[in-house]
């Protein structure tokens, strides 16, 4: 009996040094991928012992660092790029969102946006020297509460809730954002505390699940890291179509993960997630079968 031989392409899970192994959701991308004779390992982005040319292609999952050293990740993608090596999300789209200034992009598209305040669009930080009062913007703006968050960031990292009595609190983080990697402020959403914020998951630009995180009382955040929960739910149909428009804005994504909040009936997106987000894979019995053949499919056209 002739023997009978099989390809196996192997592909990198890019992760961070803290998951070297990767989360225990991502691991779940292994046995469907290894089904499509995809044999798929861990790889710490940052490892400068890694030989990225020994991958056909490599997906961008738990880099949850990124943002701390935000100029040697790009520099490491344009590097795959150079190379050759098919990335999912592709490059183009990691270097946009990476600096959540991608939101002002999508506003422009007409996507409704949390309202957001951009100091650097105000002439703080100019050459005359001006120092911005934070307390006095919100009261200019008219918002009693907002959130201070750098343009740089993730899972809430050095994020501040302020109020217009509270602002002072935060005007050094304020000032030192806008010096460093730009500083960005957005009101408050009260329906994060009431009803929550919404998360849902595209592959290949086709709705997958949708997951509803809710803050523990007395927080903001809706972080498991912050003691935040989550549940898989069906969202109401007009957040599906307008999570889906904001997808549809931007070029074709192998992943996304739309965030965002219902305020008024209206569907306000709070971040578009193309670089690591968390998937939530374990919450929906399919998802890494479908995840899995978004990314051989992906890597199909790539080579």
């Not at 200034?101 to 598209?109: F, P, V």
């Not at 913007?137 to 918002?143: I, V």
Request: net charge negative.
């Amino acid at each position: 009996m002739a023997a009978l031989f099989f390809l196996i392409v192997k592909i990198a899970l890019a992760t961070s040094d803290k998951y070297p192994h990767l989360t225990d959701d991502d691991r779940l991308l292994l046995r469907p991928l290894a089904a499509l004779g995809l044999e798929a390992e861990p790889a710490v982005w940052d490892n400068s012992c890694t030989d990225w040319l020994h991958f056909a292609a490599v997906v961008i999952r738990s880099c949850w660092d990124y943002h701390l050293k935000p100029k040697a990740f790009l520099e490491w993608i344009a590097k795959l790029d150079s190379a050759r090596i098919p990335v999912f999300n592709s490059p183009a789209l990691l270097r946009w969102n990476t600096d959540k200034s991608y939101l002002r992009d999508l506003d422009a598209k007409g996507i409704d946006i949390v309202p957001t305040f951009w100091a650097d669009d105000h002439g703080f930080g100019s050459s005359i020297g001006h120092r911005m009062s934070l307390q006095g913007k919100l009261h200019q703006l008219g918002w009693h509460k907002a959130v201070v968050k750098p343009r740089i960031s993730a899972t809430a990292y050095r994020t501040r809730l302020v109020t217009q009595d509270t602002a002072d609190s935060a005007q050094a983080l304020f000032d030192e954002l806008q010096r460093g990697p730009g500083v960005m402020v957005q009101t408050f959403m009260e329906s994060i505390s009431s009803e929550g914020e919404w998360s849902l998951i595209f592959f290949d630009g086709k709705f997958s699940h949708a997951i509803l995180k809710k803050p523990q009382p007395g927080d903001f955040r809706v972080q498991n890291d912050f003691g935040g929960t989550s549940r898989l739910t069906e969202p109401p149909s007009h957040v599906l179509a307008s999570a889906t428009r904001a997808v549809q804005a931007v070029e074709a994504t192998a992943y996304a993960r739309v965030d965002g909040v219902v305020d008024d009936n209206r569907f306000r997106l709070m971040e578009l997630e193309l670089i690591e987000p968390m998937l939530f894979l374990a919450d929906c019995a399919d998802a890494s079968t479908r995840f899995a053949n978004t990314i051989a499919q992906a890597l199909a056209r790539n080579t």
